[in-house]
């Protein structure tokens, strides 16, 4: 079955930029969505199709995948934005299903 | 505005089965496959099981398969999830999704979640 691979914890200091990978297989031939979760809370989409931002999403975030990684990056990181990231991919090789990554801490410093 | 409303969770014994339901209002039900998501205590987001607009395809993650059924009633704008023969691993908040494009599921993203029940599965 199709793995993604997120690391556990990222850090960064206020303004600063923070990205958060997601290694997989060729994952740059599948569409990847990124996820928001801050605590006590259910997920929030905040990257769709690789790169595209939902309506309410500020600018700060945007996407890229190629290869075998996808990047979630948060320019501007703000106190508010520390939370676990997710990203998530179909898996068609066999039923279709959806596959998400372990998920990424991002701490404010 | 889109709602999600899932009931049904609580503390189930090991073997035992539960019925989870999620209310849908705010968009035309009917038109969109819907997803059961999970989340163990302190722990990452696992998929559970995908259906089609019309009830005609779903699928399940291996960890359920032959334990879960997913399923809909498009008159009542109600997703359920009949989960037997649970198990401990299977205690989480169960959330369910809304697909952001209607008809076709795959490979879109899910643009509305529930707020989730918690089932715990304990003797």
């Known amino acids: 079955s199709y793995v993604l691979t997120q690391p556990p914890s990222v850090s960064v200091a206020p303004g600063k930029t923070a990205r958060i990978t997601c290694g997989g297989n060729?994952?740059?031939?599948?569409?990847v969505h990124w996820y928001q979760q801050k605590p006590g809370q259910a997920p929030v989409l905040v990257i769709y199709?690789?790169?595209d931002r939902p309506s309410g999403i500020p600018e700060r975030f945007s996407g890229s995948n190629s290869g075998n990684t996808a990047t979630l990056t948060i320019s501007r990181v703000e106190a508010g934005d520390e939370a676990d990231y997710y990203c998530q991919v179909w898996d068609s090789s066999s039923d279709p299903h959806v596959v998400f990554g372990g998920g990424t801490k991002l701490t404010v410093l | 505005q889109v709602q999600l409303v899932e009931s049904g969770g609580g503390v189930v014994q090991p073997g035992r089965s539960l019925r989870l339901s999620c209310a849908a209002s705010g968009f035309t039900f009917s038109s969109y496959g819907m997803h059961w998501v999970r989340q163990a205590p302190g722990k990452g987001l696992e998929w559970v099981a995908v259906?089609?607009?019309?009830?005609?395809?779903?699928y399940y993650a291996d960890s359920v398969k032959g334990r879960f059924t997913i399923s809909r009633d498009n008159s009542k704008n109600t997703l359920y999830l009949q989960m037997n023969s649970l198990r401990a691993e299977d205690t989480a908040v169960y959330y369910c999704?809304?697909?952001?494009?209607?008809?076709?599921?795959?490979?879109?993203?899910?643009?509305?979640w529930g707020q989730g029940t918690l089932v715990t599965v304990s003797s």
């Open positions: 060729n994952i740059g031939s599948k569409s």
């Open positions: 259906i089609s607009y019309d009830g005609s395809n779903k």
């Open positions: 199709y690789d790169s």
């Open positions: 999704a809304k697909p952001s494009e209607d008809i076709v599921v795959v490979p879109a993203a899910s643009d509305y």
